[in-house]
């Protein structure tokens, strides 16, 4: 390895590893190089990045895009994509953009798809190998999900490793999320242990939109589109009934980004609960009685709920999934039986209705937005590993693509400030008020 | 009332009651009007209705349509619009096109709408009354539900007439579903027992698609439009895991026909279970072991399933809801549990997702389809009730609109005849194999 | 041939030619078999069919669907099928379902996909052959247009029947319109010259919805869809300006369905114009005299015109386009230069916003509703080849589907009835006066 | 007033007019004040401004926001919103979340809507106002365009002045594109020269995307999505004929800004042609020879053309819209003209299918994405008013909201880059040669 990772604490500069000198020229058709080693400065914002040194403080990051000089010979390469973990609207975007710039822009040997995520590393599982072609990955963008198959939890490195050398892979993309990265960490210890000369590039992947140093993560965009549309079934239904109440399950185990977003697409949303503003359901100004309050003189309400909202509530199971994520309490039943209890107990009439779209959401094709920047990240990607860059993540800050070190990424996960002005925008456009945080 | 109900037993003529001769001249700017006795024969299929004389003899129906004279002096008349029980695509469009018919081309006095369901006419709900004018329902459509609200459950007939005397209202349109309908043969029966002239009109809805007598009820294609979108979603997550398994629970208590037409339009679904034919869930050819064979050589699989279905597989609970309707057993949890029992059993990896979109289908707005459906309901409606018409409903046959007396759709639901070309079509769509029906 | 084809004038009873006894038992899994030569007596409407003895004489057709006994044995042939003229929704979910019925179902050798229409057939054009599979027709109902291509215009019958002898083709499906069921049935003619044993099956494509004796084309329903997004667009540019005028232009050569349904889709159209009621556009009550005295009372009007509307207002061309058709003169920029002329005269403000939508109306892919139907033409397509059928179509009339000899569907079109019920309410919808047709 | 404007010529400090010292304390509910005087340092992209300094000057802009402090009294305020110029999404977005937050979070007295542009400031053109209440505007992001009306051109700024002091308007909110903008200048100066004490706000407007000093115009985004649909369709039609050609007119009269982003969403485009980028239709390598080197292998191409580009190519009218705009030539008929020609006098078969979809983009409700910039747009104009900014826009750069002086961003306009990374990549997707620019 030529460099050593440097990515000290929190601020100032980043540094990104590479497999050797960039010395081959770029085979490039449409260029315009980013100098080999070209650097940004940028001010991140509290809904970009979670960082120790606070916000404000200036980060210096490497731009990304094409470089005059490649570290591989780019056609002799081989690539290998994989996905892992939930669906995400884009996924296919980003392995059609890889394919397509690899084979197009530089001329690679082979791109393979691995299937189901790190299960395909691993023999025991026997899942085949796709071969990926400009041809065969045309239509990718009109499908949702992932064409490759994901699968959740971790796979020994080792056997990961093994298998890139078995099949000659030089490069290897892997569309994941935070569990993800952190085996991609792994997996580039494993390669430098070997001193292989492999190069694994990370595009972070997260519907929650949780990855710190991460603007907003692809298919953020698509599925808030998709949740204000649930959100606005839920209000049909409010208002249809007599002191109806429209329940909106969306997506967000530790942070309410997608909730938060939706709730301000759509100005239907009463009241949007999040992990990261615990919340009190009994007691004056709680949950239940600001929704009582509500039914007295608007006789309809929309609740908007992150899965990971009000944990404080239950209790918690201990056990975690396949992913290693600890399993949530049930948030939404919770809530919905308190509230019933809450309308009996007062003899009100009240009527509920429960919608949970995730699937829904997760699963649908990226709309342009999302294409366009899925389109980026992936010829980003690519760029980035013939140029012989490694244990990195393609990232968008401030409409510019950066390249960040795995370690910054997988620090901790991002979450909604909320002191924040976006939150008080939020709660402005429900009406709520701040709840007591204990009840 | 100038005639009796003389609905015989199913077959040949339905007779129409009236509130009088019709002698005042129609001021109809757009005139062809219907005999005021026209009829028209049909011979009905399996799929509009249920009858006890089998299916292919021929009915008689009172054509709908304007007539040349009405027994309502339209200017001095004040019509009430009630909607009951679930909300369902196109109830808007029914309300919508009563006021426009009932104002463009009758100049009525006034048409209100009552909220919230048979609850808005019992003072002790207090809900008030809304003057529905072409202006203020000019974008109905655009929404989905109901603006004037629901409930479920019935209310006192004497109650409801004292109401409608109280207001003067002379006809009075009602959207709601079986138990709807039943209710106003009631009221009709206490008005008659009060000697009123007061018309009923109902206009039958139901997402479900299973009165009798209604070739297709209005939102049925809407619905089945969302229910596909949900599929596709529910296909895209099975492909993306290994042996990856999408359920999706549709709307169908009693009938699978949502079930079925979102099958053959999307050609994903590899089982389709409804209630119409219970299936076995284990042993040779249950549903077990033929998911277990698909898996085994597809590697995913999406199955569909109607609320009602499976219901023999679970033990009834003998509740029943506000509607009066049996409360079903959760056959999409017993499926869940069940599949997975049987895959952990044989070490099969196994992933579920579970997508129950309802509350999303039932509650858009219409497609243009049903949108010209339900104008054509509306106005049918209105010309029924203008001429004196009353205890019947509005009903679209073979691309006919004809009036239907109350006594007949009410009979019996209308269910899928599984041994119709049209339910072999699904099955081979599926590719599934007749279950055995004991498991 | 077995039996001459016996179409008599309209009236009473269809006959439909076979190629010969049918003997070969078949070896359908989901089988209900239709009698070998059942019928079904319809009544059909001025919508379903213009035939010149009149409405409501009763006729008979022979019944779709799968016979218990075959003419071809099954696995031994070979299909062709061949898409011509203009795209239309739902064409690639035709050919899905013919080629997934042919194999599933009947386990035939091989189904081949003719490129670009008939020119596909013709050895000087070059095109190549395309092998269709369920594998390969698997996702072709996610995209609009013809996976096959089409061109438009004739090619010499017996070059036609030449390339099918060569090709050992036995059954030949044709998609396509008016022209192309007459090249069908010039087919034939060859084929029966020859005495060979090819069997020509017909699905009759019109984005117009004007083929005699087909209820309602497939695409249509999908098409009004689309029309009704554009209309929407028109009124909101209408209610944008002050006295604007949104004129949308849609298909409708010789018939004006699509203007009709979309009318009475979005109650938002104040004036409908179609081939089969000619219009004055001066003169007291003419169009521009209503569209004033609109815009003096209401500032905004949409205009929806259909293509082959008031060609008496403008001089024929008197060419032809590729396809044999009339080109029509241009009448929405006509009116366009007319109204213009008309408001500046009168120093009137008015602002125009013209739509033409309609390579994007028949370009998308097929909704729900027309791909149930898709479905069934194509597998009915197939029952009837398989069983010997040939020089007829398949179409659905009063929700069943029926066989139709192809002299039938060609003997002229179908048109708007502008006495009917259906064209009043056209009107109704628009509030616009009948128009005196000289002006 | 209190500042003069000191906007200095592009670089460093920005500096905002107001209209005197804020005094009075804020009553909002859900307060974190930005400080009265508070900054932000950008470094500007050559896609957010074109400066004469250079890009990655730093520019030192006021943080939009509330202010602890206001100017008025806002209970006491009048506010007037009034839409300029055609049409775009989320103009109703817009307008909706002024009067929200004027409303809910200032209490202001009142806020009226100008109809029909500027046009409803003068008393000859008889327009009426509007009152606009949270009631009656809750709806308005449910519709495309403009609840209020627009038109183009300019009006007297004494007239508007006189009629903002009759009717005693304290804030004036002007919606609109660069004439607007301008126009809001002078209307600025006028108020200056009474000594009034009238805010005047810009929300910049602009289908095209090319106001300087705006990061992405609201509605883009939406926009963009639609035009992938018309694009989708070009490319099913295209690939629907042999040597099928599909042309996409997309608005862009200065600037390829849609063309571009489209073309990056939708990877169908083949050749992108805007009016940064002048190109030869002739001699090799110019267009025709491009696309017909594309027909002869692939037999199909998606041409996506800016109305603005090509402009060398046709000789300039001289004449200019109402809105003071030069009239351009019609580039999409003179392409399709000679791109007939071309492959006439080739003897090659060519099918072109023209789309012009710009009424269907600009005219849709804005996606979800839309909204929520639309919702922060109208919040932070509210707050700019209130604290006595006046002479300025409210503008997002790089996910911050800004202030920025009228004079900046109507200094020049905002061009795509074509040396840029974005503008490569879009030729990149395209795989287009550069094109020489003299043929």
């Not at 822009?105 to 085949?128: C, E, M, T, W």
Request: aromatic share 6%; glycine share 10%; charged share 20%.
């Amino acid at each position: 390895m030529a460099k050593a990772p440097s990515a000290k604490t929190p601020g100032l500069e980043t540094s990104i590893q590479t497999l050797g000198a960039a010395k081959i020229p770029s085979p490039l058709r449409y260029g315009r190089y980013v100098g080999q080693d070209e650097t940004l400065e940028l001010r991140l914002t509290e809904e970009e990045a979670d960082v120790s040194a606070g916000p404000g403080v200036p980060f210096k990051f490497e731009k990304a895009g094409p470089r005059g000089a490649m570290y591989f010979d780019s056609s002799k390469v081989k690539c290998a994509i994989v996905t892992c973990g939930g669906l995400c609207p884009g996924i296919n975007d980003v392995i059609r953009a890889i394919v397509m710039d690899a084979h197009h822009n530089y001329n690679v040997a082979s791109v393979i798809g691995i299937r189901y995520g790190l299960q395909g590393f691993i023999p025991k599982y026997g899942h085949d190998i796709i071969e990926l072609t400009p041809k065969n990955v045309s239509n990718f963008h009109v499908f949702g999900g992932t064409e490759l198959g994901s699968s959740r939890g971790p796979q020994a490195p080792d056997e990961i490793v093994d298998a890139l050398e078995r099949m000659n892979v030089n490069v290897l993309f892997m569309i994941g999320g935070d569990g993800t990265m952190k085996a991609a960490a792994n997996i580039v210890r494993e390669i430098q242990a070997r001193k292989s000369r492999i190069s694994v590039i990370g595009i972070p992947k997260t519907i929650d939109n949780d990855i710190n140093f991460v603007g907003r993560s692809f298919g953020f965009d698509t599925a808030v589109e998709k949740a204000t549309e649930a959100i606005a079934c839920a209000h049909v239904e409010a208002v249809g009934a007599f002191n109806g109440i429209g329940v909106v399950k969306l997506m967000g185990r530790e942070s309410g980004f997608i909730a938060a977003q939706a709730t301000l697409a759509l100005k239907e949303v009463n009241f949007v609960l999040v992990p990261e503003s615990p919340f009190a359901l009994d007691g004056p100004g709680g949950l239940l009685d600001q929704l009582e309050h509500r039914l007295s003189t608007r006789h309809h309400a929309v609740i908007v709920v992150a899965e990971g909202a009000g944990q404080h509530l239950c209790e918690a199971s201990g056990r975690t999934d396949a992913s290693g994520n600890p399993v949530l309490c049930d948030i939404s039943s919770l809530l919905i039986a308190r509230i019933k209890e809450h309308f009996k107990a007062r003899a009100m009439e009240a009527t509920i209705k429960f919608i949970d779209p995730s699937y829904i959401i997760r699963s649908v094709p990226a709309n342009a937005n999302d294409r366009v920047y899925c389109g980026f990240l992936g010829q980003n990607a690519v760029h980035a590993a013939m140029s012989g860059r490694t244990g990195m993540v393609v990232s968008r800050l401030q409409s510019r693509f950066v390249h960040v070190p795995l370690e910054l990424v997988t620090m901790k996960r991002k979450k909604l400030n909320t002191a924040s002005d976006y939150w008080r925008a939020v709660l402005e456009s429900t009406g709520q008020e701040e709840m007591p945080q204990q009840g």
